[in-house]
T-cell receptor
Framework: AQSVTQPDIHITVSEGASLELRCNYS??????LFWYVQSPGQGLQLLLK??????LVQGIKGFEAEFKRSQSSFNLRKPSVHWSDAAEYFC????????????FGAGTRLAVHP | DAGVIQSPRHEVTEMGQEVTLRCKPI?????LFWYRQTMMRGLELLIY????????DSGMPEDRFSAKMPNASFSTLKIQPSEPRDSAVYFC???????????FGPGTRLTVT
């Protein structure tokens, strides 16, 4: 079955530290890949997306993600975390030929220590 | 653009009552999605429309739930009768078929007592 896995339910980092959130997917072809962020009490906001081309994509708020076909991964990174980055992060995919439906991972909740 | 608009933002109702949630997608978007989010079950896709036509409603929990999209700028999600287990945040999202990016509304927090 097609799925998206975010192995880490909770992550805590110190402000200023680097961050990497993991995402793995299981599909035959290369899907379209997304990262969304949800701040408390808010809807989901698109951080970045990968469709094709350069496997390192830049997003808003200083985030980047790298697509690795061999590992079926699309990990999200940020070199220096700010307290305002505390939120829940969702990885999502649109399977090739899957209309515009998104398959979401379960999410990773990020806490930032001052 | 104003983004996806949902109303009401908060709804508190008693068990057995009818609840109607409303959504206005971004102008020009041809896909509309309804999601439900709870702590226990996470984010669930309930139903989605393409050009006002329901494409997949397999996520609708039961017959008490129904959704309509009478035109390109309006959709409703109705629960009748409501039950306490329907308490959740309901999100509407829209997208353009050529870009796949979904834009989410702020959500409606539903509490059924």
């Amino acid at each position: 079955a097609q799925s998206v896995t975010q192995p880490d339910i909770h992550i805590t980092v110190s402000e200023g530290a680097s961050l990497e959130l993991r995402c793995n997917y299981s599909y035959g072809a290369t899907p379209y890949l997304f990262w969304y962020v949800q701040s408390p009490g808010q809807g989901l906001q698109l951080l970045l997306k990968y469709f094709s081309g350069d496997t390192l994509v830049q997003g808003i708020k200083g985030f980047e993600a790298e697509f690795k076909r061999s590992q079926s991964s699309f990990n999200l990174r940020k070199p220096s975390v700010h307290w305002s980055d505390a939120a829940e992060y969702f990885c999502a995919v649109v399977p090739s030929g899957g209309y515009n439906k998104l398959i979401f991972g379960a999410g990773t909740r990020l806490a930032v220590h001052p | 653009d104003a983004g996806v608009i949902q109303s009401p933002r908060h709804e508190v109702t008693e068990m057995g009552q009818e609840v109607t949630l409303r959504c206005k997608p971004i102008s020009g978007h041809d896909y509309l999605f309804w999601y439900r989010q709870t702590m226990m079950r996470g984010l669930e896709l309930l139903i989605y429309f393409n050009n006002n036509v329901p494409i997949d409603d397999s996520g609708m929990p039961e017959d008490r739930f129904s959704a309509k999209m009478p035109n390109a700028s309006f959709s409703t999600l109705k629960i009748q009768p409501s039950e306490p287990r329907d308490s959740a945040v309901y999100f509407c999202a829209s997208s353009l078929s050529s870009t796949y990016e979904q834009y989410f509304g702020p959500g409606t927090r539903l509490t059924v007592t």
